[in-house]
């Protein structure tokens, strides 16, 4: 027993350390070749990310809607259903987040508007999911087909609302609707714009997810259905009705960041509401290799990655962009490490 928890724990260890020895070369590479200090590149992330308690707030801040993306992604993915529609499930969050604060906020108190916007924005995460797992289901429609189509649709919802019935008193524009009263933002820690009620809750939802995962029923079906439809149809376990919860699952994880990101970050509606977090949440739960314990520091690492990239065009005079391409390189360099490690064991 003892001989193969070591073995396993060197089998992760060795892995990880291919993966991030391919990450530091091509990145350093990468850097020599724009003609940037490499070393003066990395220090610059990690102070622009990790120098003060402001500044690592910002990265929890990013952290929150990948953590919960992700954790509705394991869902889907045990499926092995390729749910690209999340970023659009974000978007349809904060609509409903938006919409029940602007209608509700006139009539009702603010904590009660609140909690209204909270369960309209998972309602409508969810049921924006639904509809890419009935295209399936139904119509025989992939779901990466359907979910980008559903993501056009929810960015071109949200660009009508904010210039049609939701823009700003006498102008629209892209900076977004109007903002709200102070008294419907998410109460945030002394000096730092940061949740606790939205770090509470996502925490609560990861281990939700983990439970469900390891140890409900439903964790055991998703997996069975997923790996082998044939056999859990012969079991009694309907493919059409697990996608179905899947999808809905992972839309309700998604409408909560989409809630957070109006009422905790932006206190407002605004065009690129979702940060692409849906799109990143895949590359967290590739380089995860689809198993919930790395998931919670990959996002930690990728929102380290997205704050601290912010110097490099003030001080460095290169392209923030550079974290996105340090993100897709961990993905490949993992998608390499594991690929090697399943020739080596063959």
């Known amino acids: 027993m003892g001989h193969e928890l070591k073995k396993r724990l060197f089998a992760v260890a060795s ?10 070369l091509l990145t350093t590479l990468l850097l020599l070749a724009t003609g940037t200090p490499p070393l003066e590149a990395y220090l610059l992330l990690i102070k622009g990310s990790l ?6 707030a910002r990265v929890l801040q990013v952290w929150i809607p990948l953590t919960l993306c992700s954790c509705g992604l394991l869902y889907t993915f045990s499926m092995k259903l390729w749910n690209i ?18 209608w509700l906020s006139p009539y009702f108190a603010p904590s009660l508007c609140l909690i209204a916007a909270f369960v309209f924005a998972m309602f409508l995460g969810a049921l924006w999911a639904l509809f890419a797992g009935i295209l399936k289901t139904k119509g ?7 979910g980008l189509g559903l993501n056009f649709v929810a960015q071109g919802l949200i660009l009508w609302l904010i210039f049609g019935p939701w823009k700003r008193p006498g102008i629209a ?38 439970i469900i995962h390891k140890y409900t ?55 690129s509401i979702s940060s692409n977090y849906g799109y990143l949440s895949l590359l967290v739960v590739m380089l995860a290799n ?4 790395p998931i919670p520091f990959i996002a930690f690492f990728f929102g380290c990655l997205n704050v ?38 063959g």
């Not at 025989?140 to 359907?146: C, L, P």
């Not at 609560?204 to 983990?210: D, K, M, Q, S």
Request: proline residues 4%; glycine residues 10%.
């Open 15 to 24: 892995r990880w350390f291919v993966t991030f020895s391919i990450v530091i």
């Open 51 to 56: 120098g003060s308690w402001n500044k690592i």
């Open 85 to 102: 529609g999340i970023e659009g499930q974000v978007m349809l969050g904060a609509v409903g987040a938006t919409a029940m604060l602007k």
């Open 140 to 146: 025989g429609v992939n779901e990466i087909f359907a």
């Open 173 to 210: 524009s892209m900076s977004g609707t109007e903002p709200f009263d102070y008294s419907l933002w998410l109460p945030t820690l002394q000096s730092l714009r940061i949740s606790p009620i939205a770090l509470a809750i996502t925490v609560i939802l990861f281990i939700a997810t983990v």
């Open 217 to 271: 029923r439903w964790g055991l079906f998703f997996r069975a259905v997923g790996n082998n439809p044939t056999a859990g149809t012969l079991f009694g376990l309907s493919p059409q009705r697990y996608t179905l919860l899947a999808m809905s699952l992972a839309g309700i994880m998604a409408g909560c960041a989409g809630y957070f990101q109006v009422t905790g970050v932006y206190h407002r509606l605004i065009p």
């Open 290 to 293: 689809y198993k919930w314990k």
């Open 308 to 345: 601290g990239s912010i110097q490099l065009p003030l001080i460095l005079k290169i392209d923030s962009s550079l974290s996105g391409v340090i993100q897709g390189i961990c993905v490949l360099a993992f998608l390499c490490a594991y690929r090697w490690r399943l020739r080596n064991k």
